[in-house]
DNA sequence: TGAATGATGCGCT
DNA sequence: GCGCATCATTCAT
């Protein structure tokens, strides 16, 4: 029952990245991710991320400065930021803000819609986390500083409506005091289930 | 339903 | 050496 049809959507441009992070996270919420890898698309509807802003932010992987490895997030928003954590898995961040501030956007979970096989009836779960939705849509090191405007590997705006829920960010042990793990309200597609509002 | 744990490799002190 | 922006599995309650 998968259809080959592409969906159409206008890609997310450098302006879209290039505003304060948490603007650009709660607003990411809903929007499509795409790669096209050797002719084959595989797209999702992203329903969870969080930010990581600047060097006052003690979680993110600049606060001690600029290293080989984080280096793509000290450079101008638009860009993707790949690392290996836990020697297994790795994580995609879309790097926010101007030339200069240090800070990006992890993806954490999403709703898969084109390129995938539903045989198995476990779609809820199969993007619900970094790691899993990085082996999925098979990103690694390679894909690291790819520029997202331009290249194969992109965000998409389809007009998607979503209400967003904020959150503290997920395994941390500093910076828990703030509420940068954003979701999707409605969604059933997230790396864990929201606490249920009791009345 | 939740807590504990092992796998596994790289960056940084 | 140690500590990770994780996940799947095992064990306890």
Same mark, same amino acid.
Request: glycine share 10%; hydrophobic share 35%.
């Given at each position: ?12 441009? #450098? *302006? ?14 809903? $929007?499509?991710?795409?790669?096209? $890898? ?6 999702? $509807? ?14 993110? @992987? ?9 280096? +793509? ?16 898995? @790795? ?36 993007? *619900? ?28 705006? #389809?007009?998607?409506?979503?209400? +967003?829920?904020?959150?503290? #960010? ?11 793990? +954003? ?17």
């Amino acid at each position: 029952m998968n259809s080959t049809h592409t969906i159409r959507g206008k890609r997310l441009t #450098r *302006s879209f990245y290039e505003r304060p992070t948490l603007e650009v996270a709660e607003e990411i919420i809903g $929007k499509y991710i795409v790669f096209d $890898k050797n002719g084959h698309r595989k797209s999702a $509807k992203i329903t969870e991320v969080e930010a990581y802003i600047g060097q006052d932010d003690p979680a993110c @992987h600049a606060a001690r400065g600029m290293t080989k490895r984080n280096a +793509i997030m000290f450079g101008r928003g638009g860009f993707a930021y790949v690392y290996l954590i836990y020697g297994m898995y @790795h994580c995609l961040n879309f790097v926010t803000e101007s030339k200069g501030f240090p800070a990006a956007i992890l993806l954490r979970s999403a709703e898969p819609i084109e390129g995938f096989d539903f045989c198995q009836g476990s779609d809820k779960k199969m993007l *619900s986390g970094p790691g899993k939705f990085c082996r999925v849509f098979q990103i690694n090191l390679t894909h690291n500083s790819l520029d997202l405007t331009n290249g194969h590997l992109y965000l998409q705006d #389809r007009g998607a409506e979503t209400t +967003i829920v904020k959150t503290p #960010r997920i395994g941390i042990s500093s910076g828990k005091g703030h509420l940068w793990r +954003i979701c999707d309200a409605q969604s059933q597609f997230l790396s864990q289930p929201l606490k249920s509002r009791r009345s």
